[in-house]
């Protein structure tokens, strides 16, 4: 029999439609009569558990259709809709990030429940860190794990194209953000976010940050608002406030980086002679994106040089020559 959690958190996954956590929660109770012995039982267990997962796949992707918006009028120059389907597993996190990012996921499916004693999930996020390490593939991975549509505001458009009307223009996304739940990114926030007085916040980005410090204070009705910043140091202190949570970005140090390569090259000959310790310290400093461009250049140069296999030397030379070419942009 199953135990009396198990019973609940299976009834409480249903009721927050959380599928991954009821199919998590049923193969725990297939494993459990297996070890029991009651073998057919368990036989059955996942076989109605894999149906079932199959189904709800095609119940996702046929939902997805419905729940499409689209932006209309003027909002369509400012919110630049998609339907990502990345998930949280295809991200390489330290185990604490990790745990931040699924706590944000694991309370907005469970909105209802803490609205129920008025409370608000974690929704207005702030994301810092180096370029190329995962901030705006976490905005759809919760896009992605929530099934909501993910909308990036077109923040160059909202300084430079609408002088003067810059605040009219913020309160449509606002509205939008009230009205339809979504995942809204403002990437490259700095460039609103400027520090008040440091002398880069001249006129209309002094307006529309005002505004925005103004429309952080209301709730963002069901929705995920997220703002992502290579700078943070230059982000005005009143805005750090305003936010739910702070996820900070940083480079892979070396089981990361260790890992990145493994799942780069996981289907690659010869990636089970390399040596990845050595890889890794001539990786050391490079972002996640730096790492995954590196590894196919290496690839593509095994394929075009017709090698059979991969090995350490054209995974160092392609390092030394991207280190040399990230160099060169400084
Ligand atoms: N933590 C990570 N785990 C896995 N892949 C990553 C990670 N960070 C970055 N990447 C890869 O690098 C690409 C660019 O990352 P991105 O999220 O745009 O970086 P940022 O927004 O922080 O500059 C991603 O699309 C992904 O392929
Ligand atoms: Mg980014």
Redesign the pocket.
């Known amino acids: 029999m199953p135990t009396a959690d198990q019973l609940k958190a299976l009834v409480r996954s249903f009721c927050d439609k959380d599928d991954a956590q009821f199919f998590a929660i049923a193969l725990q109770m297939a494993a459990a009569e297996a070890r029991k012995g009651h073998h057919e039982l368990a036989g059955e267990l996942k076989a109605l558990i894999d149906k079932g997962k199959v189904h709800s796949a095609s119940f996702i992707s046929s939902r997805n259709p419905i729940s499409i918006v689209t932006p209309r009028g003027e909002l369509a120059d400012l919110l630049n809709v998609s339907h990502p389907e990345t998930r949280l597993s295809?991200?390489?996190?330290t185990k604490e990030l990790c745990k931040r990012i699924e706590r944000i996921i694991s309370e907005q499916r469970q909105i209802n429940k803490l609205k129920g004693h008025n409370l608000y999930p974690r929704q207005k996020l702030l994301l810092t860190?180096?370029?190329?390490?995962?901030?705006?593939?976490?905005a759809s991975v919760l896009a992605g794990e929530l099934r909501l549509p993910l909308m990036v505001v077109r923040l160059e458009g909202l300084i430079t194209k609408y002088l003067g009307e810059s605040a009219s223009k913020l309160r449509l996304i606002f509205d939008a953000i009230e009205k339809t739940r979504a995942v809204y990114l403002f990437d490259e926030f700095d460039s609103i976010g400027f520090e008040r007085g440091s002398g880069l916040d001249v006129g209309e980005i002094r307006r529309i940050l005002n505004s925005f410090l103004t429309f952080m204070e209301y709730q963002a009705g069901n929705s995920l608002l997220v703002a992502?910043t290579?700078c943070a140091q230059n982000l005005d202190s009143a805005l750090f406030r305003r936010f739910d949570d702070l996820l900070e970005?940083e480079k892979p140090q070396s089981q990361l980086i260790i890992e990145?390569f493994k799942r780069r090259l996981c289907l690659v000959p010869g990636k089970e002679n390399l040596d990845f310790k050595k890889i890794a310290l001539e990786a050391k400093g490079m972002?996640?994106?730096e790492i995954?461009k590196t590894c196919d250049e290496a690839i593509k140069e095994m394929i075009l040089g017709d090698k059979t296999e991969i090995n350490t030397g054209n995974l160092v030379k392609a390092l030394r020559e991207r280190r040399a070419f990230l160099k060169g942009r400084e």
């Open positions: 295809e991200m390489i996190l860190g180096a370029p190329g390490c995962g901030k705006t593939m976490t992502a290579n970005f990145t972002s996640f994106a995954i």
